[in-house]
């Protein structure tokens, strides 16, 4: 019985010694700067489709039916956000993919609150949604140029 013990911790010992480290975002130095400034973009702008939710919710239930969109736009793409920001901030395996997907789904909630150019709340979360979308559009650049 001890003898399957301790060869089972050989067997792990040499299983621990022999996998790959993984590489810390710190030791990439270049790839960290474009994460950081990316998955901060990405949270601002989920905080930013978040107040707009409730705005054109509030627009929506005192009638402004035209609003509805725009509060289903940004509450979706407020998740993806959140997603994008949670997964490029810890540099994931999938965190192009994420930002593609967030990229596109900025793009599409910030075209549908520039049709509301005169609401301040729109026109910020436009702005935060435009600055993740270029925020994401340069991580996924510094990615592929890195290959």
């Given at each position: 019985?001890?003898?399957?013990?301790?060869?089972?911790?050989?067997l792990a010992s040499g299983?621990?010694?022999?996998?790959k480290p993984v590489d810390s975002p710190a030791d990439?130095?270049?790839?960290?700067g474009s994460h950081e400034k990316c998955a901060k973009a990405c949270a601002d702008c989920m905080l930013e489709?978040?107040?707009?939710?409730?705005?054109?919710?509030?627009?929506?239930a005192?009638?402004?039916?035209?609003?509805?969109?725009?509060?289903?736009?940004?509450?979706d793409?407020?998740?993806?956000?959140?997603?994008?920001?949670?997964?490029?901030a810890r540099?994931?395996?999938l965190a192009v993919q994420v930002?593609?997907?967030c990229l596109k789904t900025c793009e599409t909630c910030a075209a549908e609150c520039e049709k509301f150019p005169d609401d301040a709340h729109m026109k910020k979360c436009a702005k935060a949604c435009r600055d993740c979308a270029a925020a994401c559009k340069e991580m996924v650049s510094h990615k592929a140029a890195a290959k």
């Open positions: 019985m001890i003898k399957i013990g301790a060869m089972a911790i050989v299983l621990l010694l022999s996998a990439k130095p270049h790839e960290h489709c978040e107040m707009c939710v409730r705005h054109c919710t509030t627009l929506t005192g009638g402004k039916k035209e609003h509805l969109i725009t509060a289903e736009t940004c509450n793409c407020g998740d993806v956000c959140a997603a994008a920001a949670k997964i490029v540099s994931g395996p930002c593609e997907a």
